[in-house]
């Protein structure tokens, strides 16, 4: 399991471990939690498009919803975590491990001063009740 605070995070529920010259995304646990049970990821195809920042990327559907996921950066996907599809449920179980989503090489680093650490995420989000 990735450390949260080694994160960073997107408004869209997005997180963010920089590996390198590649990050890995996945789903935060606030995020997961809106959807609640995951069924099933539509994943895109590595190497074959560019994404421009918050661009969808992918579709993840739920027993309550639908919700479009999003590249935090611009730039290419490298892989994909393809395990998802026979087992979805890994985004609710270990967003943060396991549940990853997509492999991505950012067109420039410098697009992480944009996303936000975990203290900013955290702040974002609605307070519950």
């Known amino acids: 399991m990735i450390e949260q605070t080694k994160l960073k995070y997107t408004r869209t529920h997005e997180w963010v471990h920089i590996k390198g010259k590649k990050i890995i995304v996945g789903m935060t646990d606030f995020g997961q939690q809106q959807l609640s049970d995951i069924t099933s990821i539509d994943l895109p195809e590595p190497d074959e498009h560019h994404y421009d920042a918050g661009e969808e990327i992918g579709v993840m559907e739920s027993v309550k919803t639908s919700a479009d996921f999003h590249a935090p950066l611009s730039g ?3 892989a ?8 979805p449920e890994l985004i609710n179980s270990d967003p943060y491990g396991r549940g990853w989503i997509v492999e991505m090489t950012p067109d420039s680093m410098v697009e992480l001063n944009s ?9 974002s989000l609605p307070e519950e009740e």
Do not use: A, G, K, V
């Open 80 to 87: 994909t975590n393809t395990e998802l599809l026979s087992r």
């Open 76 to 78: 290419t996907i490298t």
């Open 115 to 123: 996303l936000m650490d975990i203290d900013e995420y955290e702040n």
